[in-house]
Every structure is written in C-alpha cells, then in structure tokens.
C-alpha cells in the first residue's frame, strides 16, 4: 500500500513528502487509502501504541521513533454530579500530553524522508512534543512563538534542543513567519492541526479502549476540543472497527470548548457545515484549546453529527472548579484538560460506559499569558 495524501474537496493527490501543508484549494489532506483494523497483528508484548504498527501507515521501511507513548491506563472516576466515568491518562506521556500519539508517527514519517528541518509555530503542547520527537531522531527543529509566549511548556521545547524564534504581535503572526520560513527555506511544515500522519496515531486511542473495555465500546468520549484532531482520530479509530465488524456502531463524541473561545459550538449550534472563524479570542485558562479556526472544521463537524455527539462550553469557573476537583481525587492535570471533565455536568445525566481522556499533566504550570 503506497502512502498518498489526497484532497477530500477536488480529489487532488500529492505525495506524502510533499512540502505543501494543505491542498492548494484549501482542502486538509487525508490518507488516501488506511490499513484496516486487525486485530490479528496486534503485538502484545508492546505496551505502546506501536503495538498496532501493522495498522499505521508509514513509508516503506520506516522505523517507529518511539518515547514509549500510548496504550494508557483507564481507571474510574467520580465527577460531581454525573457520577462514574473511566479517565484516560493520556498525560502519562513522554513530554506530559496526549499530542505525543500523533507526533510519534509524523515523526517516523519524517525521519524516513530524511528532512533536515522541521517548523512549526505552536508554544503549547504541540511544540513540546515536537521539539522531543524530533530530538530523539536528530532532526532540527524551529519553532516560531509569539514574543510574550513563557512558562514551562517554552522551556520544554528549549531543553529538547529546538530553535525558538520569538515573533512580535499576535499568535497569527507567528503562524505566518513559520509558513514563510517553510517557503524560503524549504523546510517541513509539521503541522499538529493538519498533518493527516498525526491522525493515524491517535486514532489508537480507539484501538486502545476496545481492547481495554474487553472488545466492546462506550457509550461516549467527551474531549477537550481545539482543532479537533484528537477527537477525529478516535473517530477514525472506531469507525475501523466498525468497518472490521468489531463494534456496532461510534461512541458518542462530545466537544468541550471554553466559552469564551468557541467557534465549533457557534458552527454547530446554528447548522452550519463549516466553522466560521471567530474574532480574536479572549484570554482563557484553558490554552490548548485556544483556537480561532480548526483546521479540518468540516470534517469535524461531521464526525460530531454522525455520532450523535454535542458541544458544549464550560466557564472559566467550571474549568477551575474541575482541575480542582480531580486534584483531589490524585490527578493534576492542566486547565486545557479540566475542561472535558467540567463539561459532563452539560450531559447529566448519563447512561452507560463514559470516558474522558486527561489530556496533559497540571506540572507545567501557568498558561503563558498574550498582553
Ligand atoms: C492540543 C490539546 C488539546 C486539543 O487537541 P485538538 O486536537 O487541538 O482538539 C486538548 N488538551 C490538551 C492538553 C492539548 O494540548
Ligand atoms: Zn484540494
């Protein structure tokens, strides 16, 4: 099976390698044609997500550039007032975020091309975890941040070794010195809302709870939603095993977005089929979640439809309220992941098996504050 990226909107196909980060009509690649879901070459002595190495796509020969991500734990939760729900410790991770199942295989991908450098414009999550990736295969790395970006997710990315070019101005500016960057100099544009790599790794996430919940599905997942991506590789996880004849039907995929930066639950509520920007959001606690206009806001709106989904939004209040409340159950997780828990209240009361994903650790502080 040759690895091709194709356009869903004009069918248009590039090579995976290609150096363009989205269609030239705008489109957000796909993968042409997926490996299916089988459980078969499940490796189990692997307690990683590279368990499932004979169901991600990579380029011929490639070798995982692994930090030991994936296959967390699930264990039970109480949330006031819904009552049980299973967490999912993605922060259990090695950089402290769930982003790692994506960037273990764009990374794979790009060490096999053997690209020199690699660019990107994010100072959260995504950059963290890039930076590390792309250490661990010694690849160098740029990475463009807004000037007032601080705290230690900055001092992460530092410590991995990747160049930090501060940019004066708003976040948007420094996403357009990475894409200018990537046109003079011809570097890798690695893209955490994009790239259609990443998605094949989280979709394990999927994987992961099927075999976790003894091959059989919950009811629901609730995430902490910004460009979607975690939520649209689950999607994609679960349909293959629908497709496999393993499960009947997707979970329910719940999106939680702060109020005061939600563009998807504006785009969803009024009907719409794709996301209109918003203006430029107020400060909130929750960062990785901060998004103006998620990459693939079609397609996520799709998968949020198809599954009998919802979004909602949680306060800041709500947001501090749970990080406070899963503290003292032991869990100290970021305000960004505190949001999906401080959204099931919107779903009480619920039925059936719910989970929520923890998606980072609560060790790397304070949110770098923009003026
Ligand atoms: C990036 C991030 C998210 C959201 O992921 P999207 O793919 O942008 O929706 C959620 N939680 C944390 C901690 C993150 O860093
Ligand atoms: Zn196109």
Known sequence: ??????????????????????????????????????????????????????????????????????FTPVIPLEVEPVGAVLAKLEFLSATGSYKDRGT??????????????????????????????????????????????????????RAYGAELIPVDGPREKATEAAMDEVRRSHGYYA???????????????????WEQLDGSVPKGIVFPTGHGTFLLG????????????????????????????????????????EIAAVGPSRETIAEGIRVTRPGRGRELLRAI???????????????????????????????????AVAGLDGLAPIDGTWVVPLTATGLKGAPSRSP
């Open 1 to 70: 099976m040759r690895l091709t990226f194709r356009c869903p909107q004009c069918g248009r196909r590039y090579p995976p390698e290609t150096r363009a980060w989205q269609c030239e009509c705008g489109g957000a690649f796909q993968i042409e044609e997926r490996p299916p879901f089988s459980p078969d070459t499940i490796d189990q002595r692997d307690n990683t997500l590279w368990r499932y190495r004979q169901m991600i796509p990579l380029p011929e020969g490639a070798d995982p550039a692994s930090l030991g991500e994936g």
């Open 104 to 157: 273990t295989v764009l990374v794979s991908a790009l060490a096999n091309w053997g690209i020199d450098r690699v660019i990107e414009d994010s100072s959260g999550n995504a950059a963290a975890s890039l930076a590390a990736y792309c250490a661990r295969v010694r690849i160098p790395t740029r990475i463009f941040v807004p000037a007032y970006a601080s705290g230690m997710k900055v001092s992460q990315v």
């Open 191 to 209: 893209s955490h809302a994009l790239n259609p790599l990443g998605l094949e790794g989280i979709k394990t996430f999927a994987y992961e709870l």
């Open 234 to 273: 689950t999607y994609l996880g679960f349909q293959d095993l629908v497709k496999a004849g393993l499960s009947h039907d997707v979970p329910r995929l719940v999106a939680v977005q702060p109020e005061r930066c939600a563009p998807l639950y504006h785009a969803h509520r009024s009907g719409a089929d």
């Open 305 to 339: 439809r198809d599954t009998g989904g919802q979004v909602l939004t949680v306060t800041e209040e709500q947001i501090l309220r749970s990080q406070s409340a899963l503290a003292e159950q032991g869990l100290y997780v970021e305000p960004t992941s505190a949001a």
